[in-house]
């Protein structure tokens, strides 16, 4: 396994890993450097059949996003990525995010290996919306009320819809300060990702789009195609600063109009907790599925 350190430096190589192997929403180049917060370190473990991309942050390892190799080499990966890991005692534990499929081998390979699966920290659910049957009008008994509140959120208000790149950094910013201080619920918001990627110009995404509303930037939706995927996008940003009624409704409902009219015919609108995946079903997707946060530990 070689260890490759400077993520910016080997941008090109992760790339190619990321296109050779990638099929996670979350394999995209940008979206791991924005994970980078102040203080950690990024990394590439690259295998010939695979890679895993990580981070260390003092005495803890965090895998990224799934692991970047075929199926039946994932857990072979793992095994090194952890070997490695936990040569160095200072490591106190391993923290992991998997597929429930993935997940349950692991915990399979778990039991006969020097190690531990921790009980699982918390669970996501992201939805996979079918945007051929993505109606843009909403027609129909079952969008009646969804459509009452998007026609009052224009009725009542003057929109305008401008690439985020065009916006004032410092504009956007305070949508993300508004959008972490009003989140409810039990709901994990990991506001620094954000920030990176305002700071990146959002270096990465396909798309990214700001509602103004009433003259003030209201919201921000962006996100890019999933590799390998045909035909299928993740929409990794979705945030608005709750200033009026209806705002996240509104602006769900155009991202989902707007992707298809791009053509896509998947959307996957990313993981949450159960306050947020409440939010989200508001749009009938087609299913969902979940990943699971979790710490692996020397036994």
């Given at each position: 396994?070689?260890?490759i350190?400077?993520?910016?430096e080997?941008?090109?190589?992760?790339?190619?890993?990321i296109?050779?192997y990638?099929?996670?929403?979350?394999?995209?180049f940008?979206?791991?450097?924005?994970?980078q917060?102040?203080?950690?370190?990024n990394?590439?473990?690259?295998?010939?059949n695979?890679?895993?991309?990580?981070?260390?942050?003092d005495e803890?390892?965090?895998?990224?996003?799934?692991?970047?190799?075929?199926?039946?080499?994932?857990?072979k990966?793992?095994?090194e990525?952890?070997?490695?890991?936990?040569?160095?005692?200072?490591t106190d534990?391993?923290s992991?995010e998997?597929?429930t499929?993935f997940?349950?081998?692991?915990?399979?390979?778990?039991?006969?290996?020097?190690w531990?699966?921790c009980?699982v920290?918390?669970?996501?659910?992201?939805?996979?919306?079918?945007?051929?049957?993505?109606?843009?009008?909403?027609?129909?008994?079952?969008?009646?009320k969804?459509r009452?509140?998007?026609?009052?959120?224009?009725r009542?208000?003057?929109?305008?819809?401008?690439d985020?790149?065009?916006?004032?950094?410092d504009?956007?910013?305070?949508i993300?300060e508004?959008?972490?201080?009003?989140?409810?619920?039990?709901?994990?918001?990991?506001?620094?990702h954000?920030?990176?990627?305002?700071?990146?110009?959002?270096?990465?995404v396909n798309f990214?789009?700001?509602?103004i509303?009433?003259?003030?930037?209201s919201?921000i939706?962006?996100?890019?195609?999933?590799?390998?995927q045909?035909?299928?996008y993740?929409?990794?940003?979705?945030?608005?600063?709750?200033?009026?009624?209806?705002?996240?409704?509104?602006?769900?409902?155009?991202?989902?109009?707007?992707?298809?009219?791009?053509?896509?015919?998947?959307?996957?609108?990313?993981g949450?907790e159960?306050e947020?995946?409440?939010?989200?079903?508001?749009f009938h997707?087609?299913?969902?599925?979940?990943?699971?946060?979790?710490?692996?530990?020397?036994?």
């Open positions: 396994m070689e260890i350190k400077d993520s910016v080997n941008q090109p190589l992760i790339e190619s890993e296109k050779k990638g099929y996670a929403p979350e394999h995209n940008f979206c791991f450097k924005d994970d917060g102040e203080g950690t370190q990394f590439l473990f690259k295998t010939d695979g890679s895993i991309l990580a981070r260390q942050e803890i390892w965090y895998l990224f996003s799934e692991i970047l190799a075929p199926s039946p080499a994932r857990i990966i793992l095994s990525f952890l070997t490695h890991c936990f040569n160095n005692k200072k534990r391993v992991v998997f597929e499929d997940y349950h081998e692991v915990l399979k390979f778990l039991k006969l290996s020097p531990r699966a009980t920290n918390y669970s996501l659910t992201w939805p996979i919306f079918d945007l051929a049957k993505w109606d843009p009008e909403l027609k129909g008994g079952e969008w009646k969804l009452y509140q998007i026609g009052l959120f224009y009542q208000h003057k929109v305008e819809i401008v985020a790149r065009n916006c004032k950094p504009d956007l910013k305070k993300v508004a959008w972490r201080k009003k989140r409810q619920g039990g709901d994990r918001s990991y506001d620094y954000y920030l990176n990627l305002i700071d990146n110009n959002f270096a990465g990214c789009r700001v509602f509303v009433d003259g003030v930037p919201t939706t962006a996100g890019w195609e999933i590799p390998n045909p035909g299928s993740y929409s990794s940003v979705g945030l608005h600063d709750y200033s009026c009624d209806y705002l996240g409704e509104a602006a769900n409902v155009d991202d989902l109009s707007f992707l298809k009219k791009q053509g896509y015919q998947w959307a996957d609108f990313g949450g159960d947020l995946t409440g939010f989200k079903k508001k997707p087609c299913r969902t599925y979940d990943t699971h946060v979790f710490s692996i530990k020397r036994r």
